[in-house]
């Protein structure tokens, strides 16, 4: 079966767990069946293609809100592939890098990945890695021509190729012909379920089992889980160590960060 | 006749095979009537070219949907065309070049036709070669306007080149009057037909014969051959080994691809 | 609690006390309970981070019209973080830079501050930073998209970051989505308040306590404390040394500043 | 008078017969009294200018559909000249060079012309020199102005140069002021008349003179004589060598061409 | 008081009488009530600032029509200041420098006089500086972030710089956000008034006393002062040497200068 | 008086026969009443600066249709002006320069005639010099900026500089504020008056006088002076060497340049 197959190819040079450390280190919370089904969904790509016998590129872009969870589902689903060769294109990576630097660097990961015979890349924002900016708009077309050319150039036969893109402007990849440019689209929604929240909050332990369904209360209609992540964070630091959060700081801090009314979030007028 | 006046001219120097292997590895399904007659026009130009007596360059233009075959029909039709030179010009090849890099090297690819008696040469994905991207819109006029030139650059007179080109984009190419700087235009269609379909199905002998009409009620109303491809090969990773596709797993695999209802076809937000 | 934990970090090497200088001389006007509020709000993000136990990058905005104060705010609040590494970005740094030198010089001060424990950057003036001008719109991308990178570049796990940025162009920073890229983003108003007016008049020790009524009088309803002091300071250097401000060098120096009627504020065509 | 008159002036260096082989190859076929009215127009400039007492500068444009024989009739009507300097400028000698590269090229020409007591250059597919594509519309400035102005400046007093222009865009040289920067504007029109088509049938001597009658009722209503020639020589080549071309293979290739119904004409969608 | 303190500042290295001499050398004609009024108003910010004890930084813009005095004004303002740092930046030295050339002129200047304890620089003709063309409009905005910058920044606390802008685009200043980024603005306008006009005219001493109400007579509603001078030299040139200038004259100049009558103004068609 | 004032001064270095020559070879006719009125309006300005004591710059910008003589007087007026430095900046000399090279040329020539005692320079066809061209619309803004600036530096005291500007696009000048950039605009008007027609006719000796009327009748109703030489030329080269020009010649010449009926004039379908 696929698992016992994996484990003949020893992950060896290729997986960069330096940089992912960062994107590894606060983990997943399963927050329950919609999350498990999403889970399922990503991580069945690596599987499928290791088995297939005539495919060779899959590419998958995982898209969704801004801060819904996709860099670190990209990240965690890449390294647990167990693929010899995994490595992630952020755009941090790009900073200081002039337009050609940063297009050279995208296609040397990919020329190093068509020597390994398993490899997965990851393309993290890729809004961000081609500079889009929304008025013009603006974008680096070069970055853009280069990820779409390694979209649909195939490794060698004996080779295997798994594209994981993320974004949260999957609007402007439609008519940049990028997201029809990906074998598979899968959406990574917000938070939008109390059911989903309440695990989400138990998960973490900081709040009292009793204070859990006057949190739910406060709680916005939808929340992408790394500013609710950030909010429990910043709520946390106001109380006295040891205890555990008070729906009161966690309110006020939700409030700060604009999303106590998600009908005024992040207006500014509002927030003094 | 035709084919054995060809024989004469023995395959030489200028046959890049290497770069061939990954278009042509696939194969073409002869998959009906409607393939026959596609295939038999494509073909035909390299004969007419040779036969003709004052004729010297002949410019075919391939021009269909995403995924239709157009680069797999461009490859096979050339290289069986049996001239001694057949090149292909592909975007993959571009990557990590600068905009005259890559004019020069398309250039470069007609300076060697030019001294061959007999040359193909195989423009792929013309839209990708030029840096097309629909915002703005943005592509590279120098590539552009090199392309335009070479289309119409006579060889000497005892020298012969026939153009194959491909493109998704015949709308944007026709405001750029490259669409008209073609001889000819072919258009390559999306699988619409359901006997063609079947026969693609039964080609591939991964469908239990008793599944195929099963299979046939799921299909979308038109589907291109590259993804219908995929889709089974996705099906069939999902299978246990030896064993057929089953339709169940067919239909899924539609679904994830964004091909299970065309009008919902690729809308992320139906993904999830 | 904080301030003693805070005393352990001994200010080191990075905190840049002769930039900052320029923007710490004229001091703080505590005008009151609304300035209060605000000095607390900008003040605790720091002992938050420093709390906190996995959030380590933080990111406050400051708008607010001109000269309403954000970045003697933003001065103050970072060099009283007590943080050991605290520098200030801003325009004035920049002049005779080329583009790629001031991103490069942007990213150079983020790199330092991944290296200390504890760091504040103030991103002072964002819209000039980039570059920004209404017609066309104009602004440099290159810097743009920097900025949005290093606004979402976590430091390693035990390092902590706090950027302060300021801007009076939250119109145009929310199009270019840099405005939600901040985690919190705080208004800072003009003053708008008499009794806030009467305090900063107070404050100035530049009127007769018998004058401040009628110097109320001439004010315009709203009026940011950057232009009321200046606007002080010319009619103190109007009046005989030694001695107070008179309301009729006020009111005549509101004029020529063009801050009388508010409704003709800087039209040149009043102005003589 | 006129023709022993240039006898006298015997073609010396700067006939670059070579370049031209390629445009004087086919010939011309005198088609009729349209085509002789045309011929002699074109050729007497050469004529006046040669018998002009202060003129020295004479500046003709070619401008009509695409394919109606521009680029021969400017090339034969030069080499015909008898003039001692006769160049062509065509795009087709542009690739591979840079924009200031081609500048500088076309500037060559025209500075050894003024160098030859008499001389032509024919300044082919001006809109394709320029770069011109419809989309913006974009097209090389530097170039334009270094035509725009070669167009006018005039060769010291001893000296006559007659410049001859082809292009299919006169509608966008007009705005340009390109069109009246030239002398005299000279149409050559598409082949639109039966009595034309007949005396070009006739003249390929490769119709039966049965099938002419036939072959003229399944011709469209305009055609450009490049045109009519490849499709005759594309109608040739389906037929066995010896024999004359048959109406039917004629008909087909006018379908291919997507000349059957000029309403159809190039509409993809059609050809298939 | 004032002056005395200016006395201990001796006038140093940094007044670049060179380069004031063209502007200071026709001098001012002092036309009456409404001219002592701009004087003065333009010549009070240097005290100010000189006596001011914690503004730093002052910028004033004059700004008005075309030649209504605002260079010599400020040019004058600025050499009657006595501080010991005078420069004018202006459009004149910047011919054959690059844009960064420019940018980096204007920076040194600024570094120059952050060096002195008291400086004032005059920023001539901003637009000009700028590039500044209403097609588009297009300028540079590497000179205007530039200009915008040091319009902010102020120098250590020991020092003192007096920045005096002109420019005859309010109207594009203001969207650039440059007029509100100085202080104070001071409009200098056309001659609009007969008795000033008179004054001028008289002021000249070219005119014999008895012709100045015919002259009056003939003067358009409104003239830049630029202007009147050159069309009364003018008009002194027509006449014999030691003569005075006849009405005559005068009006024939007026006219050819396209200022007769200010509703046809230099609409050429109505010259010849 | 001036004249003899003039010959004080000797012409010295500075003439630029040599690049006057193409200018001034075909000569000038003096077709009327007209012609005396612009060629005196034109001649006086280099009078009247030599005279003027304090204006030492003016400018004259002569504008009008194409072809109606406007580089022609320019030359002349700038060559008769006997000033001791006479300088023609065409665009022909512009050729193969780059963007800056070309600016720095015509900075160059003002450089030289500050050096003179007094200076003409020749700015000929202005739209040319800057690139300008109506799509876009598009020009060389850095040279425009360079004309702008030299149009109004004044030279050092004892130096005079008389600009002459010639262009047949006041219409975007305007815009560009160059126009007004000039101190005076004369309008060169193409030939409208069948008096001024007549005595060019006569001039020229190349009609019967008996032929004069008919020719007269033939003509458009407004035609470039410019135009009208070139036709004649090209009807005289028509007829016998010796013999006079026919009038039928002269009316086909004028149909081939396409003003026989100026309602249809360079339309090219017309011209056929
Ligand atoms: N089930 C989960 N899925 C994803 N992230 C989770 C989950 N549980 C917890 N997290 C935390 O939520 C945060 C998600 O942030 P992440 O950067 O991946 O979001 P994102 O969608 O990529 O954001 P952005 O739109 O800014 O790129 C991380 O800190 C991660 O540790
Ligand atoms: N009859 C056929 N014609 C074309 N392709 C076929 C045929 N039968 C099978 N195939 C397979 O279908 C796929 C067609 O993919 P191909 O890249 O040629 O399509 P394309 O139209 O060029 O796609 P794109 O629009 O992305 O450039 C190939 O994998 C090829 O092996
Ligand atoms: N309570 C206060 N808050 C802020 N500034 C104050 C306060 N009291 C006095 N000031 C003074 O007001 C001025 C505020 O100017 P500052 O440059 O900070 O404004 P700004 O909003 O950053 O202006 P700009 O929009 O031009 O960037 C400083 O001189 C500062 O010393
Ligand atoms: N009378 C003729 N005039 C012009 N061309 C002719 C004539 N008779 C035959 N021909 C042939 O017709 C073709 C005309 O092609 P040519 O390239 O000159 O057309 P064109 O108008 O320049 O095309 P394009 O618009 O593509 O530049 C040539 O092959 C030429 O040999
Ligand atoms: N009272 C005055 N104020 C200003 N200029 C005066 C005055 N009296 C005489 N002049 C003369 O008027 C002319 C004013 O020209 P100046 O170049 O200063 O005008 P400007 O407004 O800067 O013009 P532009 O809009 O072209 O820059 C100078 O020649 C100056 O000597
Ligand atoms: N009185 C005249 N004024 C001007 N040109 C004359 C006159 N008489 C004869 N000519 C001739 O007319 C022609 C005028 O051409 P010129 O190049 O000066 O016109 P232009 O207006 O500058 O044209 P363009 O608009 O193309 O720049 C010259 O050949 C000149 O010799
Ligand atoms: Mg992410
Ligand atoms: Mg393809
Ligand atoms: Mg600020
Ligand atoms: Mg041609
Ligand atoms: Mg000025
Ligand atoms: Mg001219």
Not at 48 to 75: I, Y
Not at 90 to 104: D, I, K, L, T, Y
Not at 124 to 131: C, G, H, T, V
Not at 162 to 171: K, M, Q, R
């Amino acid at each position: 079966d696929f698992d016992s197959a994996l484990q003949e190819v020893h992950p060896a040079f290729g997986v960069d767990q330096d940089d992912f450390e960062v994107f590894l280190r606060d983990g997943l919370i399963h927050y329950g069946r919609r999350f498990e089904h999403l889970w399922e969904t990503v991580t069945t790509f690596a599987k499928q293609l290791h088995m297939s016998q005539r495919t060779n590129l899959l590419s998958v872009l995982l898209e969704g809100p801004r801060g819904s969870g996709k860099t670190t589902l990209a990240a965690h689903a890449a390294f647990e592939s167990g693929y010899p060769f995994v490595k992630i294109i952020s755009p941090e990576q790009m900073v200081g890098f002039s337009e050609p630097g940063r297009a050279s660097r995208i296609a040397k990961v990919f020329d190093d990945a068509y020597k390994s015979p398993m490899s997965v890349i990851v393309l993290d924002n890729i809004e961000r890695l081609i500079d889009y900016v929304d008025i013009g708009p603006r974008f680096s077309n070069p970055i853009l021509q280069t990820i779409m050319i390694l979209l649909k150039k195939r490794p060698k036969l004996e080779r295997k190729l798994l594209i994981i893109g993320t974004t949260s402007h999957a609007d402007i990849l439609r008519p940049m012909e990028m997201l029809e440019a990906f074998n598979v689209v899968v959406h990574v929604p917000s938070l939008a379920d109390l059911e989903d929240m309440r695990n989400v909050l138990v998960d973490t332990e900081l709040f009292e089992p009793s204070d859990i369904d006057a949190a739910l209360k406060v709680m916005p209609p939808t929340i992408g889980i790394k500013q609710l992540m950030l909010v429990i964070e910043m709520a946390q630091s106001k109380s006295p160590e040891g205890s555990k959060v008070s729906v009161g700081h966690f309110q006020q801090c939700l409030f700060d960060c604009g999303c106590f009314d998600p009908s005024l979030a992040k207006d500014p007028s509002e927030t003094f």
